[in-house]
């Protein structure tokens, strides 16, 4: 069974009467209208609705979900864990969401991010983040999906395809951040940006190593770094 996601997507009925936000949904729909707040129709809702990310929200109503400064930081990696909080490892890589970057450093980073455990429970739905790493993407490929410089949480205990879904994984001595499907005995490395990337085959004797499985993405705009 798969780990539930840390939730980013709210529909305006779930935002209703937040600190920050109108007690009514229409008002709300209408505020994020004006403000250009990044949106997605919503699934299995018929009616052309619609959820709105996290990182559109203002940082009253951000810290009625949860999300704080005080529930999140990043911190070096060496420094004593303080009490009631978990950490996950920033790794010192890129993953390309391009045409291909080269890996030429694998060495662990130096910092993490360091949350509060009650809400690493409650957003992740895990009790550990033994499995988890953080890494960058790099390049335009996964847009809208995935922006250059959003930050990727991966699953480096999933490092085998498991069934279709977002992966890092290195092909030809080149590391990419791709959907991964399975056709008949072949896999397909598939493209969000499809006006500009072509999806391509992985035959099954071709060397390609699969890091892990991405379970969430952060975009960059979310936290001030």
Known sequence: MR???????YSAKELEGLDGLPAQATNITRKA???????REAKGIKGGAFEYHISSFPDVTKNALGFT???????????PLAKNTIRVEILDIEASAGNGSFLTRTEQG???QEFDLDFFRRQFGRTDAKN?????VKGDSMAPTLESGDLLYVDVSENYFSADGLYVFTFDDHTFIKRLQKRGREMWA?????EEYKEWE????????IHGRVVFSLPMKMKKW
């Not at 209208?33 to 949106?39: L, P, S």
């Not at 400064?69 to 420094?79: A, F, I, K, P, Y």
């Not at 988890?132 to 960058?136: C, E, H, M, R, T």
């Open 3 to 9: 780990k539930s996601k840390m939730k980013e997507w």
């Open 33 to 39: 209208k004006n403000e250009n707040w990044k949106m």
């Open 69 to 79: 400064d005080e529930t999140v930081r990043v911190v070096n990696l060496h420094e």
């Open 110 to 112: 130096l910092l993490a």
């Open 132 to 136: 988890l790493k953080i890494i960058a």
């Open 190 to 194: 598939i493209s969000d940006n499809k």
């Open 202 to 209: 992985i035959k099954q004797d071709d060397p390609v190593f």
